[in-house]
T-cell receptor
Framework: DSGVTQTPKHLITATGQRVTLRCSPR?????VYWYQQSLDQGLQFLIQ???????AKGNILERFSAQQFPDLHSELNLSSLELGDSALYFC???????????FGSGTRLTVV | AQRVTQPEKLLSVFKGAPVELKCNYS??????LFWYVQYSRQRLQLLLR??SRESIKGFTADLNKGETSFHLKKPFAQEEDSAMYYC???????????????FGTGTKLQVIP
């Protein structure tokens, strides 16, 4: 167990629907990052939060949004889902010490 | 702009052969570089940090600022090394959580028995 918890592990939903992915960072980590990993595009950075505030945005679609709550867990909301949104969504956390990321196990989203 | 380049999408080597996974970066500041490994679409795991100069599972990586490279090496490949390997560049400020990380596109290492 890496300490970063992501739920659910698998999600199958229909096009046009909305889903919420949840991430609990490792204890003590203030930063949360969301990544999308698809077969054809590799690992794509979506968004970063630090202590509840958005810090950086990557290739995140307008249909997607995220937030980090006071208890530091984060949610990634995906709406108006399309087939192309099917991917693995990873959450990672880090702290202010000079270290790398700790990744969660990911949520595998399948849009049908 | 900050960029990480992993030129090989796939690298196939025979068991026991040496491995070198290439990573080049572009960054005007002082870089922090990492290697992550992902086995069979599982979560990414931190393999190496350049600042620690450690060897994990027989892998080493040396930062070459002149060539802006951080290649991952192992003298003798093992079947269990088969995985996706991502090079990553961390940059930005240490305080306030403003650090960002850019990942390369990854190299799939396939070790042939």
């Amino acid at each position: 167990d890496s300490g970063v918890t992501q739920t659910p592990k698998h999600l199958i939903t229909a096009t046009g629907q909305r889903v919420t992915l949840r991430c609990s960072p490792r204890s003590g980590d203030l930063s949360v990052y969301w990544y999308q990993q698809s077969l054809d595009q590799g690992l794509q950075f979506l968004i970063q939060y630090y202590n509840g505030e958005e810090r950086a945005k990557g290739n995140i679609l307008e249909r997607f949004s995220a937030q980090q709550f006071p208890d530091l867990h984060s949610e990634l909301n995906l709406s108006s889902l399309e087939l192309g949104d099917s991917a693995l969504y990873f959450c990672a956390s880090s702290n202010r010490v000079n270290y790398g990321y700790t990744f969660g196990s990911g949520t595998r989203l399948t849009v049908v | 702009a900050q960029r990480v380049t992993q030129p090989e999408k796939l690298l196939s080597v025979f068991k026991g052969a040496p491995v070198e996974l290439k990573c080049n970066y572009s960054y005007s500041g002082s870089p922090e570089l990492f290697w992550y490994v992902q086995y069979s679409r599982q979560r990414l795991q931190l393999l190496l940090r350049h600042i620690s100069r450690e060897s994990i599972k027989g892998f080493t990586a040396d930062l070459n600022k002149g060539e802006t490279s951080f290649h991952l090496k192992k003298p003798f490949a093992q079947e269990e090394d088969s995985a996706m390997y991502y090079c990553a560049l961390k940059y930005g400020w240490n305080s306030g959580g403003y650090q960002k990380v850019t990942f390369g596109t990854g190299t799939k290492l396939q070790v042939i028995p």
